[in-house]
T-cell receptor, first 106, second 117 residues
Framework: GIQVEQSPPDLILQEGANSTLRCNFS?????LQWFHQNPWGQLINLFY???GTKQNGRLSATTVATERYSLLYISSSQTTDSGVYFC????????FGTGTSLTVIP | DSGVTQTPKHLITATGQRVTLRCSPR?????VYWYQQSLDQGLQFLIQ???????AKGNILERFSAQQFPDLHSELNLSSLELGDSALYFC????????????????FGPGTRLTVL
């Protein structure tokens, strides 16, 4: 199967700081999504981004499919951004990374 | 709210028992996916159905089975439960309108938390 690695595994930020989360994958994919799992366990769609760049408010994402990585940028972080961020890719099935656990402190 | 519903929200049962988890996809979505999230294994893909037919299989145990009904809702059956089956089980759906760039975008339900005692 496709290996999906996310870094860093853990991140602690002061409110207002910016961060970049990375997702590397081991094979060609035709689907990549970023999710936020909030402290209540809910998985929230952030981006569907098999290639290119998208922005949504303080969040943006870039996928370079030919180089097999994707980046999620969080700017001016808020405490509500805390949780775990997952990327998921699709080969013959969907594969999730192990996530980046983000804690934003006031 | 993603539009995907799952019942029940919580389930507590004993080892050796059998349970059924239910999922209703977003209106118009034809694909349903089941995932297991446990502390030590992360999010694992179990199985996908598309319009009633099995489409892809992941790390699903033989004690587990699923089906998708003509109204497109899906059920995941877990039998001979073991302590290690305790996990959060998610259902996701996709595939509402063919030809759209977001056709393969998955939307997740709130999950069913299963505790096996």
């Amino acid at each position: 199967g496709i290996q999906v690695e996310q870094s860093p595994p853990d991140l602690i930020l002061q409110e207002g700081a910016n961060s970049t989360l990375r997702c590397n994958f081991s094979d060609s994919v035709n689907n990549l999504q970023w999710f936020h799992q909030n402290p209540w366990g809910q998985l929230i769609n952030l981006f569907y981004i098999p290639s290119g760049t998208k922005q949504n408010g303080r969040l943006s994402a870039t996928t370079v499919a030919t180089e097999r990585y994707s980046l999620l940028y969080i700017s001016s972080s808020q405490t509500t951004d805390s949780g775990v961020y997952f990327c998921a890719v699709k080969g013959n099935q969907f594969y999730f990374g192990t996530g980046t656990s983000l804690t934003v402190i006031p | 709210d993603s539009g995907v519903t799952q019942t029940p929200k919580h389930l507590i049962t004993a080892t050796g028992q059998r349970v059924t988890l239910r999922c209703s996809p977003r209106s118009g979505d034809l694909s349903v996916y089941w995932y297991q999230q446990s502390l030590d294994q992360g999010l694992q893909f179990l199985i996908q159905y598309y319009n009633g037919e099995e489409r892809a299989k992941g790390n699903i145990l033989e004690r587990f089975s699923a089906q998708q009904f003509p109204d497109l809702h899906s059920e995941l059956n877990l039998s001979s439960l073991e302590l290690g089956d305790s996990a959060l089980y998610f259902c996701a759906s996709s595939g509402g309108l063919a030809g759209l760039s977001s056709y393969n975008e998955q939307f997740f339900g709130p999950g069913t938390r299963l505790t096996v005692l």
